[in-house]
């Protein structure tokens, strides 16, 4: 069974068991956005689920692709997008991308995934986004063993998400609540370094 399959995603959508996705759009999506650090471009966005960030980008002009295991999260985004970018039903741990992507949105996969299957996911962001790339991240902080979410603390992120493959910022704004689960988010902003020799 892939990591992606761990849990049945499209059960959990149909019975609204997906309390960590926001009915609206995330406060460091819009404040990446407005600021233009997030400007248009060819993005990824793994695991969005029903989020509505996606619809967002394609409307501001990015070149979308949405990635998805559940099926009807797959068909609201593909409704959402339109014929400005795609979605695609995909076990993420199966699937790759013809090439790479400019940007990466993450905002709820890395944290429902497993802590044991983070860094296959890890290896798998770096080969989805060109050097030079920006990884544009929402950490769950919620400080319990179990998920999802699961916890991803920033010192364990920062081990694995490590240089001279990524580089973190020398600082890392405030972390954001998150709307309905009473956990923080934080925000990051990761940039792709050059491949490992």
Do not use: K
């Not at 985004?77 to 014929?83: K, M």
């Not at 995909?90 to 949105?105: E, G, H, M, R, V």
Request: aromatic letters at 10%; proline letters at 12%; glycine letters at 8%.
């Amino acid at each position: 069974m892939s990591a992606t399959q761990v849990f049945d995603w499209e059960q959990r959508y149909r019975d609204g068991t997906t309390p960590w996705q926001n009915p609206t759009l995330h406060p460091a999506f819009l404040a990446w956005r407005d600021a233009g650090t997030l400007a248009p471009c060819r993005i990824l966005l793994p695991g969005a689920g029903r989020s509505a960030e996606p619809a967002a980008l394609a409307a501001a002009g990015f070149d979308v692709t949405v990635v998805d295991v559940a099926p009807s999260a797959v068909a609201m985004q593909r409704a959402a997008i339109g014929s400005r970018g795609q979605a695609i039903e995909a076990d993420l741990f199966a699937w790759q991308p013809d090439a790479p992507f400019d940007s990466i949105y993450d905002q709820t996969c890395l944290c429902a995934l497993p802590p044991t299957t983070m860094p296959d996911y890890a290896a798998r962001l770096a080969s989805w986004l060109r050097p030079g790339g920006s990884l544009f991240a929402l950490l769950m902080q919620t400080g319990r063993e179990g998920g999802p979410p699961f916890d991803c603390p920033v010192p364990v992120m920062q081990a694995l998400f490590a240089p001279p493959l990524w580089h973190w910022p020398a600082t890392l704004p405030p972390a954001v609540a998150h709307g309905t689960l009473g956990y923080d988010e934080q925000p990051a902003i990761l940039l792709r370094g050059r491949p490992l020799a």
